[in-house]
């Protein structure tokens, strides 16, 4: 998984090893920007970001301030002082999207999370219940292919084999999860292990409850499925066989161009494109996480 630490701060046009060595002067005015998004730190820990919401802020605060400057000089050459105008308008566009980007990678890390939960407690039931103890089998999850989970447990191996106690280290890893399934699997797991409760007892519970949901989160998605389905079948089947055939009917009967009615058949195409591509990812974001 792609973390916002492992890449360039979005859109930024000077390298980070650069911007980490300049940026230190801003650092008041990102503490000043931190009180305006308070929800930015959450989505920076639940991205996996290295950096605190001040430091972030401050780094794409002096970004954006250097590129400001670059657009002006440049756009001011051809545009005069409206060319300040669109320098201001594409910095605060690019801002509005270094907020969002811990935002998207957060939900990118949950929806990776919920993706390959269950496969992971069905390899640590497998593990447990073949007497191997719960360490080995949070290492093997964490030494395995399972994404952001795999992660998640190596992180959590980590801190166990460095000293902490195993259930903070789980409350740790649930409290900065962005994932509510995994929060509650991990609560789970931390509570059974505090009370005493036997380990693979607890995953096999979880892994009923996750299964009675996936197929509740199933259910409910194929009930979406049919009004979608109908919408497809409306605006990309039988609206654009009756918009050829009124096209052609007008061209016969009117004096149409043949530029303009290939314009017409050519926008008929676009939309039709525009269509199904908007389609294609509405049903991809109504997908349940967990199947």
Known sequence: MKNIHYSNIPYSIIPVPLLRKIYGPLIGIGALLEKLFPNLSVNLERSDSKYSAKEYLAMCFC????????????????????GIGFSVLIVLFVFSQQLM???????????????????????????????VTLFDAMSNVANSNYGAVSKEFDRAVKKISSGMDQVLVLEEMAESSPSLFFKRTIEQLANGMRSGADANSV?????????????????????????LTMMYMLFVVIM???????????????NISEIMLKAMLWGLFLFVFVFQTIFIGLIKSRRPNLL
């Open 240 to 254: 654009p066989v009756l918009g050829t055939i009124f096209i052609l009917l007008m061209s016969s009967m009117m």
């Open 101 to 131: 980007a811990p935002l998207v990678f957060s939900e990118k890390k949950k929806r990776e999370l919920e993706r390959n939960l269950l496969h992971a407690l069905q390899e640590m039931h497998i593990q447990l219940s073949s007497g």
């Open 63 to 82: 970004s954006d301030m250097i590129a400001f400057v670059l657009f002006s000089a440049l756009f001011f050459y051809f545009f005069r002082f409206l």
């Open 203 to 227: 995953i096999k519970d979880i892994m009923h409850r996750l299964s009675e949901e996936q197929v509740i989160q199933l259910q409910s998605y194929g009930s979406q499925l049919n009004p």
